[in-house]
């Protein structure tokens, strides 16, 4: 399901910072990696150095499922710029995590047209450039 | 006797298909609306000791000190200044601020100023926020931002309460026949559901007519104490209470994409404090940057349960001549939408009060409630006026 990695990727890439390098720097092991908090024992996403629910500093990351199901979506039948109109019609979802946090993603489809919101659905990594691989989402079937 | 803070002068500047009549640069344009609202109120631009300004104009650059830009621009040296921005709704939070100020002792004469070029100049470039800090989880998917955020609720909305795409179209279908009675809207032909439903999908469940305008704009507000308006001879009107909230900006962090967390709470805020019951409240003026703001919003402020916005606003209820007179300029779906456009719900709001609507003119509108939505779903800001 992967896009050939190119070095001319024209869409928008993360400007990966501190706090987020090792969100990132797992998901180019195709691995999903979150904060999970110590103190409260809920996960979040995006990461933050403080837990959202509980604001504890005691945080750790940690491996999840992958799997979860689709919260919202909608089919862009505009584009978001030029770089991603060769795409279009395509669905941008935000999914439930098994383990609790919701995040924002691509749904990988031949028909964008069969999505409904409480599908399963799993990741699908796909590396877009050497160093930036996005976690996007695809039915689970299993 | 404690000094109370009232409304004294509202103003905007003329457009025409959505530009600014005359053309101008948004500082000019800005003070355009400033002295008119001046005017408006009897009070010289030399008396203003409060400067309230939110936009996205001059940004890098100038814009990034904006009362401090205005100010100079101008030709005032504010003694308070504040440049709250939460989004569109920062002009609701500037009343409540301004009238804090006013009742500390901490200014005389507010100023709340708004402007925007953005169709003029093409410079509309939401699309193009970099993808830093908090964006580098929402750019990367090609979300068309703002409105797949919208779309994302109203996708979420309608399938936790079985909300409709014709339900939708009836607020763009209400607020267009309020806007064929306003001589300076953008868009005055009527619409159908059948036009809304068959207009040009963006971002599903919202379509072409489901989503506000892109236009030029400028208003502003003063604001003053009301024995400072007796002595000037302004028409007050009441700042009877007030409220603000917010919840999120990346729409991945929005609490509940169904339920407008931050309308709940700046509204409960704002009824308690005017201590008025929702049925006395004559005229509503809210965001309506898309169709589902409304619905929400609607839910939100109390006027309907959770979920029933839809059939809330079902039968042109909130059209002229409907029970729920609702964004009675034709709103930002077809009056003007500039980018920031609170400022504009606030001009409305008083000319209701004051009789001034011409022949949108709600008769006998006593109380109006104003609520702010800015970001995506991310900020809210009510504000309850009258005129006794």
Request: glycine share 10%; net charge negative.
């Amino acid at each position: 399901m992967s896009e050939t990695a190119t070095a001319t990727y024209e869409k928008p890439l993360p400007v990966i910072d501190p706090g987020t390098k090792p969100f990132w720097d797992a998901a180019r092991d195709q691995r999903l990696v979150i904060p999970k908090c110590r103190s409260c024992g809920k996960y979040h996403f995006y990461p933050r150095e403080l837990c959202p629910h509980c604001h504890s500093a005691d945080l750790e990351w940690t491996e999840v499922s992958g799997k979860g199901e689709i919260y919202s979506y909608t089919i862009a039948r505009k584009p978001a710029g030029p770089v991603f109109a060769p795409d279009v019609p395509y669905v941008i979802a935000m999914i439930t995590l098994d383990e609790g946090p919701r995040m924002l993603t691509n749904i990988v489809t031949d028909d964008v047209e069969t999505i409904r919101i409480g599908d399963r659905v799993k990741v699908s990594y796909d590396q877009v450039t050497p160093e930036v691989t996005l976690a996007k989402f695809t039915a689970d079937k299993t | 006797m404690a000094r109370e803070a009232v409304i004294v002068g509202v103003g905007d500047v003329p457009l025409k298909d959505g530009r600014v009549v005359g053309g101008g640069s948004v500082l000019q344009v800005q003070a355009r609306a400033a002295k008119a609202a001046l005017d408006d109120a009897g009070i010289a631009m030399r008396d203003v000791d409060g400067l309230l300004v939110a936009g996205m104009w001059g940004n890098p650059g100038p814009g990034l000190l904006a009362s401090v830009t205005l100010g100079e621009y101008l030709g005032i040296f504010p003694r308070f200044a504040d440049t709250t921005n939460i989004g569109g709704s920062a002009f609701e939070a500037h009343v409540a601020h301004a009238a804090m100020a006013i009742e500390a002792g901490y200014c005389d004469v507010a100023l709340i100023v708004y402007g925007s070029t953005q169709k003029s100049e093409r410079s509309r470039t939401l699309g193009g926020r970099p993808s830093v800090l908090t964006m580098q989880f929402e750019n990367v998917w090609g979300i068309p931002q703002p409105v797949g955020g919208y779309a994302l609720a109203a996708m979420r909305h309608m399938h936790e309460h079985g909300t409709t795409q014709e339900q939708l179209a009836e607020i763009a279908v209400a607020t267009r026949k309020w806007a064929s009675l306003n001589p300076e809207a953008t868009m005055r032909d009527p619409i159908t559901i059948d036009d809304v439903m068959a207009s040009t999908r963006i971002s599903d469940p919202l379509k072409l007519l489901d989503c506000c305008l892109v236009t030029d704009g400028a208003g502003a507000v003063v604001m003053t104490t009301a024995e400072n308006a007796k002595a000037h001879g302004s028409r007050a009107i009441n700042v009877r209470g007030y409220g603000e909230a917010h919840t999120h900006w990346s729409i991945g962090a929005m609490p509940d994409l169904a339920r407008l967390t931050a309308a709940e709470m700046s509204s409960k805020a704002a009824f308690e404090m005017a201590g008025v019951s929702h049925d006395s409240i004559d005229v509503v003026e809210c965001y309506d940057s898309f169709t589902i703001t409304v619905l929400m919003t609607l839910e939100a402020l109390g006027f309907c349960k959770r979920g029933e916005g839809g059939q809330f606003v079902s039968n042109q209820r909130t059209a002229p001549g409907g029970d729920f007179p609702l964004n009675t300029n034709g709103g930002g779906l077809s009056y003007c939408h500039p980018g920031m456009y609170g400022i504009f719900l606030l001009v409305e709001a008083v000319r209701q009060l004051r009789g001034d609507a011409g022949d949108r003119q709600v008769a006998g509108a006593k109380t109006a409630l104003v609520h702010g939505t800015g970001g995506t779903l991310s900020s809210g800001g009510t504000v309850i006026l009258s005129n006794h």
